[in-house]
């Protein structure tokens, strides 16, 4: 069999790569030891770059030489089922490009400004490690597999390898994955909006600025997504910048201020409406310029933390490490493994690492460089998001993130609160914040996105001062990831929607169709009223929602990294590769006691769902009030609310122990066999396929 | 020197287009042309219309 050269590596290259261990063994020192006195978030940079290059020269190439043996003389799906449409040989960085694309998205953002309570050091470690060992790892294994396999699904190859009944299952908790994922983003988008008329005024023009994007690439000018972008663009920073007008005019402002369950409301019935209409019209207008604003800000961002090089203030290991934290609960192990999910192991991509992208690479040799080499570049960007978060005011950071119940409602009773806890900030500081980001307050606003645009605005301010310029460049972040997300809310609907029919369609088959209205609108309130429920309850929730949720979308997320990591695993065995099992092993054992001791410390325990229901259960048979509830209702509505939510966790958790079954199982049944059992196509050669050259 | 700005362009509509899910046109009409004679080939508007629509049918395609 040919495989990938492995010729000896020159002794300039050995220095170079010693060199470069060295930068990153020094940076991590600095990063890991230096206290008291406030480091520069460049070493966090520089370690984050060599750590990358390290782990893609050796223990990518390692995977990609051994465990995968990635061939490159061997036709992949592009070459041998070539349409010129879905299956195509693309060049690679093109791949690159699309393939990073669809994998960055609002969680690397998120999660990291999150953990950033625990200090930086945690986040840092985990983010930059877990993706080595990891996230990096399952995203390569998993593209390595569907590219031997006819670019199969997750679904399909889970389905070959463990059985059809594995397959059903993992489709489940697919679809419950979806919907906290919609619920969860959406309520990021609702913390940012509460009561700030200038960011709901230009997230709303993004609704007719899409609908005249649509109208003319239908219509006026076909196909010319790059113009249309930047018309699309120019009304978008036009909105933003109109945005202070609206703000500053009481009449217009109170037009577009809205509380958090009022934008519950407005958000699920746009999810509806969105989904149901023409995808020419409104979703594939939005993703465009969603996709491209995603980029660029990314890009943005980094040039920020390049030229401003802040200081961190957040200390390196904060005391909240003992779980008493106010933004999300519980200890460093597991919740930090859970908090941050995307950016250092992100079930989802399994999703795209089996999709497009196998059936675009033009040859196996550069799957390392797409799948390993890609994940690495979402990790950059979750390292990026928590320097913007760490560069901010302790104060302000956990003034913007804790919930009410705990820090009151004006700035005098959080600054006081928070000076309690160390982290001294003043009445006065809390309100220039806000001030200078041009809203009202800054209080609980939870869920990363206003962290990171208070962050990203203090950065890009200090590299382009200007009068005003902070204002417009946090409600350009606050933008641009809400009409990402709303994009996703739209188009993940859409995908919910088909899954329920295809779940439907095995009761009464015309349910199925997905040309029928009936089914469609059936299934798409479905859809819509499951992720609607956790977003409402969220933004009703007196801890502020994104605190319950976060975990539940953690413990999902790295559930089914978990079952991508097992599968993988199985699969290795199944080559007869059982000695390299540890590769995709470990890092699938350790996302399965992370998840399952999570879900177990959220389902009994100091503080778990069930004991929450339990004490306001208790509270309401002794006819008491408890605080944050002021009257009965309220009382049943979190019992109600707690009580799902434990339901959801035993879910996630006999998902996990099903397939670590199946899993199991399937890899013993291997182990004994003398033959390779896995279900690879078989082997073409390259040259011989007409038409293709090495 | 031209040359190569012109196919570096070239390559960055190709990742734009890609990224928002449209394949590359040209390779499409080449594609039909080589396998596929007897085909009409469609304008670059049938083209992307079809692609816009068929994006949005399947499972998956983005993250969170």
Redesign the interface.
């Known amino acids: 069999m040919e495989t990938i050269a492995t010729r000896p590596a020159g002794v300039a290259s050995k220095v170079v790569w010693v060199i470069i261990a060295i930068i990153g063994a020094a940076c991590l020192g600095v990063i890991a030891l230096r206290r008291g006195e406030p480091i520069n978030a460049i070493w966090l940079v520089a370690a984050a770059v060599a750590v990358f290059l390290i782990g893609y020269r050796f223990y990518g190439r390692f995977i990609e030489l051994r465990v995968l043996q990635m061939d490159p003389g061997r036709a992949p799906p592009s070459v041998l089922h070539?349409?010129?449409?879905?299956y195509?040989p693309?060049?690679k960085?093109?791949v690159f490009?699309?393939h990073f694309?669809?994998?960055?998205?609002?969680?690397p953002l998120v999660g990291p400004v999150l953990a950033a309570q625990m200090g930086y050091l945690p986040g840092t470690l985990w983010i930059l490690f877990g993706v080595v060992l990891g996230g990096a790892v399952q995203d390569f294994m998993v593209l390595g597999l569907s590219i031997r396999r006819d670019a199969r699904?997750l679904g399909h190859m889970l389905r070959e390898e463990l059985g059809p009944f594995a397959g059903v299952v993992a489709m489940f908790g697919l679809l419950a994955l979806m919907m906290i994922?919609l619920a969860v983003?959406a309520l990021v988008v609702v913390k940012a909006l509460t009561h700030s008329p200038w960011g709901t005024f230009s997230v709303a023009c993004t609704i007719p600025i899409a609908l005249l994007m649509g109208i003319y690439?239908?219509w006026l000018r076909?196909?010319r997504?790059?113009e249309v972008s930047l018309i699309g663009l120019v009304l978008l920073l036009t909105s933003i910048a109109y945005g202070a007008h609206v703000a500053a005019t009481p009449v217009l402002a109170n037009l577009f201020d809205f509380d958090a369950k009022a934008l519950a409301w407005l958000l699920i019935g746009y999810g509806f409406f969105a989904s149901v209409l023409p995808?020419?019209l409104l979703?594939?207008p939005r993703?465009?310029l969603s996709?491209?604003l995603k980029?660029g800000t990314i890009v943005l961002l980094a040039v920020a933390i390049l030229f401003a090089a802040p200081d961190l203030q957040m200390p390196a290991v904060s005391r909240f490490i003992d779980g008493t934290g106010p933004v999300f609960q519980g200890q460093l192990f597991p919740f930090l493994f859970i908090t941050i999910a995307?950016g250092a192991v992100?079930g989802?991509?399994s999703?795209?690492a089996s999709?497009?992208t196998p059936k675009?690479l033009a040859n196996e040799g550069q799957a390392r460089m797409v799948g390993y080499g890609g994940m690495l570049m979402e990790a950059f960007v979750a390292i990026m998001a928590l320097i913007a978060a760490a560069s901010l005011h302790p104060g302000v950071y956990f003034a913007m993130n804790s919930p009410s119940a705990l820090i009151g409602t004006t700035v005098e009773h959080a600054a006081a609160t928070i000076s309690q806890w160390g982290f001294v900030v003043t009445p006065d500081e809390l309100s220039r914040t806000a001030h200078d980001i041009g809203e009202t307050g800054i209080l609980s606003r939870a869920g990363g996105a206003p962290t990171l645009a208070v962050g990203m605005a203090q950065l890009l301010h200090n590299i382009m001062p200007g009068e005003r310029m902070m204002a417009f460049w946090y409600h350009y972040a606050i933008l641009f990831e809400a009409l990402f997300i709303l994009?996703?809310v739209d188009?993940?609907t859409?995908?919910g929607r088909?899954?329920i029919q295809e779940i439907a369609g095995l009761v009464h088959e015309p349910l199925k169709s997905?040309e029928s209205w009936i089914g469609n609108v059936l299934a798409t309130s479905i859809c819509v009223g499951l992720w609607g429920y956790f977003l409402y309850q969220g933004s009703v929730d007196p801890l502020g929602g994104i605190n319950t949720l976060w975990p539940l979308f953690g413990i999902a997320?790295q559930m089914l990294a978990a079952i991508a990591l097992m599968l993988a695993t199985v699969v290795t065995v199944k080559l007869k590769r059982q000695r390299y099992v540890w590769v995709p092993g470990i890092p699938a054992t350790w996302l399965v006691v992370c998840t399952l001791t999570a879900g177990w410390e959220k389902l009994s325990g100091p503080i778990s769902f069930t004991v929450a229901s339990q004490t306001y259960a208790q509270a309401m048979q002794a006819g008491k009030l408890m605080a944050p509830a002021k009257n009965l209702a309220e009382m049943q509505r979190i019992i109600t609310n707690n009580s799902v939510d434990a339901t959801l966790t035993a879910v996630f958790m006999l998902l996990v122990l099903t397939m670590c079954g199946f899993s199991i199982y399937a890899m013993m049944k291997a182990w004994r066999s003398h033959i390779p059992t896995a279900h690879e196509a078989p082997r073409v050669a390259l040259t011989s396929v007409a038409g293709q050259t090495p | 020197m031209n040359t190569k700005l012109v196919q570096l362009w070239h390559r960055l509509v190709q990742t734009a287009r890609l990224s928002c899910g449209i394949p590359d046109y040209d390779v499409y009409v080449t594609h039909l042309r080589t396998h596929h004679p007897e085909r009409k080939i469609p304008t670059y508007a049938e083209f992307f219309r079809e692609r816009q629509a068929a994006r949005y049918k399947g499972t998956g395609g983005r993250c969170c």
Do not use: E, K, Q
Not at chain 1, 101 to 107: E, M, N, R, V
């Open positions: 070539n349409d010129g449409l879905d195509v693309t060049d960085w093109v490009g699309h694309a669809a994998i960055a998205g609002a969680g699904s994922v983003l690439l239908r076909p196909g997504i790059l995808v020419w979703l594939a993703d465009y996709t491209f980029i995307c992100s989802w991509h999703i795209i999709g497009t675009l994009t996703t188009a993940g859409r995908v088909f899954m997905t997320n």
